[in-house]
């Protein structure tokens, strides 16, 4: 019986396990759960979800403090228009993070950043630009491109002269969305070095609408590669979403998948962001308790926890200490939602939002427990002690489980 040890990723010169642990932000995926999968001979992700917040809490540097300075004067104002990130410092901030993590690499494997199309910022193309740029600059060995289309991604970096040096991603959860990214970018010369497809049991947002369950990873992974075939182009194909077992992953790789990406079982492992009691959420949670909600203000499905923070706060938008979802003209969807919910209620001293949310902010302070769809089966991969919570795991022992595991087993802690 095969185990996903018996198969290699190869991307350029690199022959990987062909485990990606993929990115999830803000600071979730931290530079130790990548580095540590990097070590292991898989591919690990950062990702570069309001860098400059991470940066305070990782580098002790002070930069949301500084920007909610500079606009303190509007804070009351439900324009927000005027508040703008100084791309000097959405630079520096991703070279700290980014050339930090690389200085302390060690092992066989690849550290990726995962960039967010979405994190629009007030300047959408600038700031993406710039947040690509300063990656390649300072070493990292892949960018996965998600959230978004980034049907213009190639052509801010194809100048760069790491353009084709770096291994370069697209997650997509469709046919066609692979062949307008490939249509747009065709320009450049260059074709992506894999493509993650992202089925509907992901974590977070997801790229489908609210009738996620009417698709399959298994079948849109199968067309996607017969239509690769058909067109002869070599690109690895990387599902993600739903792999919960080594045998899932495996099943993947006799079906011509490069590798998988995996998320959901290391979000409670010692070396990821997440705090310790909401890791326990995570284990304690039945699967009557996730749902696929519409309350980003990207736009996006995205799957959670129904006891998240988040759902139904009516905090104050926080945008000028953060404001990375406000688009080119300066606006979110969930100030509109919170300035209704003023509106309707002048009198009172704390309003309820339930249609959206201040992402910033919740993702900032981990109250929006974004999740996978098996995270209900999370607490079958530990033990529980005396006082009732699970026992934290450890990023290698979940990998290692991946890549030996057969019979649909999952290995417990010693």
């Known amino acids: 019986m095969k185990r996903v040890d018996d198969f290699r990723l ?24 990548a580095l540590e ?32 300075q500079q606009y303190k004067f509007n804070v009351a104002n439900a324009d927000k228009s005027v508040v703008q990130f100084d791309l000097g410092l959405i630079a520096e901030a991703t070279a700290t993070h980014v050339s930090r993590t690389m200085e302390r690499k060690r ?67 469709s046919l066609r969305a692979l062949q307008l990214f490939l249509k747009k970018s065709a320009r450049t010369g260059r074709l992506p070095d894999y493509v993650v497809v992202e089925g509907p049991l992901a974590g977070g947002h997801l790229g489908f609408g609210l009738d996620w369950a009417q698709y399959d990873l298994a079948t849109i992974v ?5 239509w690769l075939k058909e067109q002869q182009f070599d690109i690895p194909l990387i599902p993600a979403g739903g792999i919960f077992t080594g045998t899932d992953a495996v099943n993947f790789l006799e079906m011509g998948a490069a590798a998988v990406q995996v ?13 310790a009691d909401v890791q326990q959420h995570y284990f304690k949670a039945s699967e009557d308790e996730i749902e696929v909600n519409q309350i980003s203000p990207t736009g996006y499905p995205m799957r959670m926890l129904k006891s998240s923070p988040a759902i139904g706060s009516g905090i104050r938008p926080n945008c000028e200490a953060y404001g990375y979802l406000l688009d080119a003209s300066g606006n979110c969807q969930y100030i509109e939602a919170y300035n209704r919910e003023v509106a309707a209620h002048p009198d009172a001293k704390k309003i309820k939002v339930f ?22 089966r999370l607490k079958d991969t530990t033990v529980r002690e005396e006082n009732g919570d699970y026992r934290i795991l450890s990023a290698e022992h979940v990998f290692r489980d991946y890549q030996f595991s057969t019979d649909n087993k999952v290995a417990l802690p010693a």
């Open 10 to 33: 190869k991307l350029g010169s690199h022959e990987l396990v062909p485990i990606m642990v993929g990115g999830m932000g803000v600071d979730i995926s931290t530079s130790d759960l």
């Open 37 to 68: 999968a990097a070590r292991l001979g898989g591919v690990g992700h950062i990702s570069d979800a309001m860098l400059p917040t991470v940066s305070d809490r990782r580098y002790n540097t002070k930069y949301v403090k500084n920007k909610l």
């Open 107 to 173: 092992g066989s494997g690849q550290v990726f950043i995962n960039c967010m199309e979405k994190l629009t910022m007030n300047a959408p193309k600038e700031t993406l630009r710039v947040r690509l740029r300063a990656a390649m600059d300072n070493g990292i060995d892949g960018i996965t491109l998600a959230a978004g289309l980034h049907l213009g991604s190639f052509a801010l970096i194809e100048d760069h002269p790491r353009f084709r040096d770096v291994q370069l991603g697209i997650i997509v959860s």
């Open 222 to 226: 199968v067309e996607i590669r017969d």
């Open 263 to 275: 998320a959901t079982r290391f979000t409670v492992t010692e070396e990821c962001g997440l705090p």
């Open 355 to 376: 249609d959206k949310t201040c992402l910033c902010t919740h993702m900032r302070n981990f109250d929006c427990w974004t999740c996978g769809h098996y995270t209900y």
